[in-house]
């Protein structure tokens, strides 16, 4: 049986860094260029992977050469790449970033991702509902989103769902989801209301809201409850809150209560963020381990 699935988006993420982003029609000089892989449901997925999760991801590439080099990034990180179909004359998603001056703006190109479809859920249904848990983001068409979630609601199959980027979300998304873990800008977005406890309150062990250096909160339906981020050098918050999604889905299906799963992401995230790289810094199985109690300080 599979630990995970993860069912979302894969990107090429091709970087610039520039002193000055360019006016319209005006060429300019970067300083560095990256490409390097991302997209959500990639990223969350290796986040597990590389915390000893047994992952198995379903999505779409195109048949070009980005889809081959994030197809050769999974099977680095060891996660299975069975269920990933590949599309013929389409484009393999990718994200341009500009970066200037710790700023950067961003366009997005789904290309493949949004091929997904609900044939293909169903092609790989005997997969999910062999799994222990589903993970989703709202990088894939949201009607496919919501097929996924009836059905495993319909068999007992637990979803999270990060609910990235932000997108209004009906009550049988809300309802049907097992856990629902936005930040708090997408939880403003979404519930049109910046009282993170309040919401909190009102979904009970289901909606956590991650909050930067401010850590998580939820509640069990009697009080709130708070989980500090930890106090480490920052060098890389890139791909924290994916770290975050793809370590507290991996507690959770190991029957930890969500107590000890948000401590878990929150320590897993504090690691990711000592060091470069969305993929590449997020932490081992290993690091884990050797995450030293006696050292830990709270904010």
């Known amino acids: 049986m599979t630990d995970l699935i993860v069912i979302g988006s894969m990107n090429v993420d091709q970087i610039v860094v520039t002193n000055r982003i360019p006016k319209i029609g005006e060429t300019v000089i970067g300083s560095s260029f990256q490409i390097v892989p991302g997209g959500k449901g990639a990223n969350q997925a290796i986040a597990a992977s590389r915390l000893g999760g047994n992952v198995d991801f379903i999505g779409c590439v195109g048949t070009d050469l980005n889809g081959t080099f994030l197809i050769d990034n999974f099977k680095k990180n060891n996660v299975d790449?069975?269920?990933?179909?590949?599309?013929?004359?389409?484009?393999?998603?990718?994200?341009?970033?500009?970066?200037?001056?710790?700023?950067?703006?961003?366009?997005?190109?789904?290309?493949?991702?949004?091929?997904?479809?609900?044939?293909?859920?169903?092609?790989?249904?005997?997969?999910?509902?062999?799994?222990?848990?589903?993970?989703?983001?709202?990088?894939?068409?949201?009607?496919?989103?919501?097929?996924?979630?009836?059905?495993?609601?319909?068999?007992?199959?637990?979803?999270i769902l990060n609910p990235a980027p932000a997108s209004k979300l009906n009550n049988n998304i809300i309802n049907k989801v097992t856990y629902l873990t936005?930040?708090?800008?997408?939880?403003?977005?979404?519930?049109?209301?910046?009282?993170?406890?309040?919401?909190?309150?009102?979904?009970?062990?289901?909606?956590?809201?991650?909050?930067?250096?401010?850590?998580?909160?939820?509640?069990?339906?009697?009080?709130?409850?708070?989980?500090?981020?930890?106090?480490?050098?920052?060098?890389?918050?890139?791909?924290?809150?994916?770290?975050?999604?793809?370590?507290?889905?991996?507690?959770?299906?190991?029957?930890?209560?969500?107590?000890?799963?948000?401590?878990y992401a929150n320590r897993a995230a504090a690691l990711k963020i000592q060091k470069m790289g969305a993929q590449t810094g997020m932490p081992t199985f290993k690091e884990m381990e050797g995450f030293d109690e006696k050292i830990r300080n709270f904010k």
Request: glycine share 6%.
């Open 81 to 159: 790449i069975s269920s990933i179909i590949k599309i013929p004359n389409v484009t393999t998603g990718i994200a341009s970033i500009n970066v200037c001056n710790g700023e950067n703006n961003i366009i997005v190109v789904p290309g493949a991702n949004y091929m997904i479809t609900k044939d293909i859920i169903d092609k790989y249904k005997y997969k999910i509902l062999n799994s222990k848990s589903v993970l989703l983001q709202l990088e894939i068409p949201i009607e496919v989103v919501e097929y996924i979630i009836d059905l495993c609601f319909e068999n007992n199959i637990p979803v």
């Open 182 to 263: 936005p930040n708090e800008h997408e939880a403003t977005f979404i519930f049109n209301s910046n009282d993170y406890e309040s919401l909190v309150m009102k979904y009970p062990n289901k909606l956590i809201i991650t909050l930067g250096e401010d850590g998580a909160i939820c509640s069990n339906g009697e009080k709130v409850l708070k989980f500090p981020a930890y106090d480490v050098s920052i060098v890389d918050t890139t791909g924290a809150g994916d770290t975050f999604n793809g370590a507290f889905s991996l507690s959770i299906i190991k029957d930890n209560d969500i107590s000890v799963a948000i401590n």
